[in-house]
């Protein structure tokens, strides 16, 4: 069918109590509290896209050949709705996660998304569960849109059947006790992706084969992994779920390029695009773990962060790796870093300009 300009609406005939509602966004965390419902779509070799509605968030039932289970045909994204001092609500970016969206489908071999039905699914979930928003410092409504192959077969071949849904998540900060200098683990172990792979998808299997190098990062005492690149194993990639910078004495910026084997993140775009407003010599260029060692202790490089939907921008004070470790300048929260934090802050809650028109009114 074509996109639908309006969702079928079906209200939770159980929803969650205001008192009860209003106890579990006090203090929401991040990815521990969910609203009411959720967004379904369903896709089918026969029907294309149909059925497109605002439902009950609530369990799924699936049989034990589903698809997913078995050749993990999944993806998802990642993107938050702001309620800004006016009372309006806001969307960041959204067109560019629908677009991340569609190619992370294509490389799974997943039917596309038209971009119009993938917004106005979480427009009329946002809506629908507008009374979720916490009002914490940082508050924000986290929206996990997500596809998944429900077709029941068992045989290596894509499927014939997808759901897609979006979840809404009230968010708090996503670090307990706010912003603060992480400390990272070099991975010489274990890689995130290769050249041909999923690497630049956002797909469920990324982040899986990222676990067990993150758990040794917490073993040996630090808060996140980072990869280095699998061919050569020398250059840095990306954490285990955010894209990473670095800032020199000069005032310059460096990130790893997009090679395919990264995620194109959306922070990161931002971060990149703000920096060039600003005037800020930018570059995308290879970084290896010995020049960021050595540039560190020599005082070249002066901050390193990290940057994602769910964190926005983290500072990274300390580097570590198996016989080796080294601070980030002061081991602090660097200027440009924290320039570049209230700075996507500000235009994320409508508090400064947007002449990128970046914010999606949702009315």
Same mark, same amino acid.
């Given at each position: ?10 209200? /939770? #005939? %159980? ?14 965390? @991040? ?33 034990? =050949? ?46 596309? +998304?038209?971009?119009? +039905? @993938? ?15 916490? =009002? ?33 998540? #009230? ?15 070099? $991975? ?17 299997? /990324?982040?899986?084969? $990222? ?31 955010? /894209? ?7 005032? $310059?910026?460096?990130?790893?390029? +997009? ?18 407003? %600003? ?8 970084? #290896? ?8 202790? #020599? ?8 940057? !994602? ?11 570590? !790796? ?18 570049? +934090?209230?700075?996507? /802050? ?18």
């Amino acid at each position: 069918m074509s996109t639908p300009a309006t969702f079928a609406f079906e209200p /939770n #005939s %159980a929803p969650v109590p205001a008192t009860e509602r209003a106890g579990r966004i006090a203090d929401p965390a @991040f990815g521990r509290v969910f609203t009411d419902h959720m967004a379904l779509v369903r896709w089918s070799e026969d029907k294309g896209w149909h059925d497109a509605k605002i439902t009950a968030r609530t369990t799924l039932t699936v049989d034990p =050949a589903t698809a997913v289970l078995h050749y993990a045909q999944e993806i998802f994204e990642g993107l938050k709705a702001y309620r800004h001092d006016d009372g309006s609500v806001a969307l960041f970016r959204p067109r560019a996660n629908a677009a991340r969206f569609r190619d992370s489908a294509r490389r799974m071999a997943m039917p596309e +998304l038209p971009d119009d +039905l @993938f917004i106005g699914s979480i427009e009329a979930l946002v809506k629908a569960d507008a009374d979720w928003f916490p =009002a914490v410092e940082g508050g924000s409504l986290y929206l996990r849109p997500f596809m998944i192959a429900s077709e029941v077969f068992l045989g290596v071949k894509p499927a014939g059947e997808y759901l897609y849904m979006v979840l809404a998540s #009230s968010a708090g900060s996503y670090w307990k006790g706010g912003v603060r200098p992480v400390s990272l683990w070099v $991975s010489h172990d274990y890689s995130r992706a290769a050249p041909g792979g999923t690497g630049a998808a956002k797909c469920g299997g /990324n982040y899986a084969t $990222s676990l067990v190098a993150q758990q040794e990062a917490i073993r040996r005492g630090c808060d996140q992994v980072v990869f280095l690149d699998a061919t050569e194993r020398k250059w840095i990639e990306e954490l285990g779920g955010m /894209n990473i910078f670095f800032v020199f004495d000069d005032g $310059s910026i460096q990130t790893p390029p +997009l090679t395919g084997t990264i995620l194109p993140g959306i922070t990161r775009d931002s971060i990149l695009t703000l920096a060039r407003d %600003a005037g800020l010599t930018v570059r995308e260029e290879l970084y #290896s773990i010995e020049q960021w060692r050595a540039d560190a202790e #020599s005082g070249r490089l002066t901050e390193s962060f990290a940057c !994602g939907t769910a964190a926005v921008v983290t500072p990274i004070g300390k580097v570590a !790796g198996p016989d080796y470790a080294f601070t980030i300048g002061s081991g602090g929260t660097g200027q440009t870093t924290q320039r570049f +934090l209230d700075g996507l /802050n500000a235009v994320q809650r409508g508090r400064a300009p947007d002449p990128h028109n970046w914010l999606h009114p949702i009315v």
